[in-house]
């Protein structure tokens, strides 16, 4: 059975390139032409997940939650969840990227797993997310609470988001480091 992504009643494709390290987000260009049905699909969205490459991942395991609203992805060879949510026209429902990523560390490699939503009243949008996991060394249920994704620029790749977190937590550390040297001069 095939998994719904987003609201509006033409389905967006979703591919996966180099074991799944880079996900595509195709939407239908345009209405289907002609009596055969034809659609045209245009990429409207690329994500490559920080952390992975095709030579140290077996493969990213992908997995849509069944309302379509949020992608899961998880490494087979690095401990790390990514959650990726489905951003969608407010007037059309039309999907038109990925406006939110939120990547976790865990302890062990994910090597499959099943994504649920489920009733919650810890979170304001009123469901959680989970996802129940085979890692490598355990079997976990992990629960996220949808208002933790974090909303990026439609350009911005998961890799450099990463990228620029590892920038200011090196420039927080040497502003610290310069901070340190000024008052030990100065003492």
């Not at 059309?92 to 009243?121: E, H, K, R, Y």
């Amino acid at each position: 059975s095939s998994q719904r992504i987003g609201t509006q009643n033409v389905w967006p494709i979703i591919t996966g390139s180099e074991n799944n390290t880079s996900l595509q987000l195709w939407t239908p260009a345009g209405d289907a032409s002609g009596a055969q049905n034809v659609w045209t699909m245009e990429k409207c969205h690329e994500v490559a997940f920080a952390g992975t490459s095709s030579e140290d991942a077996d493969w990213i395991n992908v997995a849509v939650t069944a309302d379509g609203n949020f992608i899961m992805a998880a490494s087979t060879a690095n401990p790390n969840l990514f959650v990726l949510h489905v951003c969608q026209d407010a007037e059309t429902s039309a999907v038109t990227g990925f406006d939110g990523l939120t990547q976790w560390t865990l302890l062990f490699p994910i090597l499959s797993f099943v994504p649920c939503i489920c009733p919650s009243s810890n979170d304001e949008m009123g469901f959680d997310l989970q996802a129940f996991c085979v890692q490598t060394k355990a079997i976990q249920k992990f629960q996220i609470a949808p208002t933790s994704c974090r909303v990026l620029p439609p350009s911005l790749t998961a890799a450099a988001a990463a990228d620029a977190a590892i920038v200011e937590a090196e420039v927080a550390a040497a502003e610290a480091s310069a901070a340190k040297a000024a008052e030990a001069s100065a003492a």
